[in-house]
T-cell receptor, first 114, second 116 residues
């Protein structure tokens, strides 16, 4: 059974600081996703990572993937209040012509304080 | 257009009611999904449709009945729900992904369901 663990589950940080969210998963997978969810809202796709060593950056967020360690990280640089949200990683196990099953981590609730 | 729409946004129903949730996308995606999300928890996959056929049912109780009338629409029929079924129900769509695809699943805004 595929398990996905995120830590920390809650993160309170000051504006301008850097921090990293970790996502571990238990079996090999085809893809790793990072999503953002604002309170009461839907999920917004941030990154899709496929291969070992993949690194993607968008603004103050950078995601990386180490498939050998089964670990992805989401690094926040110089946090701003607008980044306050819950961040989920999700791991994908494709099935032939059957769509894709996403298993989500528990989520990291990020609060950026002035 | 990367939009998935869902109706209604909010739904309150009694345990004896029958209601339906609707989801629509016009991105040409051939895979559509229903997820359930309880407060402060991650989404949990319920059903997957691929090419309008049910391909994955994650042991969901029969009081939830999915339907995919065509490639753009996905319904979730609800009957005799329990209060513990109250949650945010999210629809998503994607291409039927090939091995090295960078495509993602696009989520709708969700229907917030309260069962009394």
């Amino acid at each position: 059974e595929l398990k996905v663990e995120q830590n920390p589950l809650f993160l309170s940080m000051q504006e301008g600081k850097n921090y990293t969210i970790y996502c571990n998963y238990s079996t090999t997978s085809d893809r790793l996703y990072w999503y953002r969810q604002d309170p009461g809202k839907s999920l917004e796709s941030l990154f899709v990572l496929l291969s070992n060593g993949a690194v993607k950056q968008e603004g103050r967020l950078m995601a990386s993937l180490d498939t050998k360690a089964r670990l992805s990280t989401l690094h926040i640089t110089a946090a701003v209040h607008d980044l306050s949200a819950t961040y989920f990683c999700a791991v994908d196990k494709a099935r032939d012509n059957a769509g894709n099953m996403l298993t989500f981590g528990g989520g990291t609730r990020l609060m950026v304080k002035p | 257009d990367t939009e998935v729409t869902q109706t209604p946004k909010h739904l309150v129903m009694g345990m004896t009611n029958k209601k339906s949730l609707k989801c629509e996308q016009h991105m040409g995606h051939r895979a559509m999904y229903w997820y359930k999300q309880k407060a402060k928890k991650p989404p949990e996959l319920m059903f997957v449709y691929s090419y309008e056929k049910l391909s994955i049912n994650e042991s969901v109780p029969s009081r939830f009945s999915p339907e995919c009338p065509n490639s753009s629409l996905l319904n979730l029929h609800l009957h005799a729900l329990q209060p513990e079924d109250s949650a945010l129900y999210l629809c998503a769509s994607s291409q039927v992904l090939e091995l090295n695809s960078q495509e993602t699943q696009y989520f709708g805004p969700g229907t917030r369901l309260l069962v009394l």
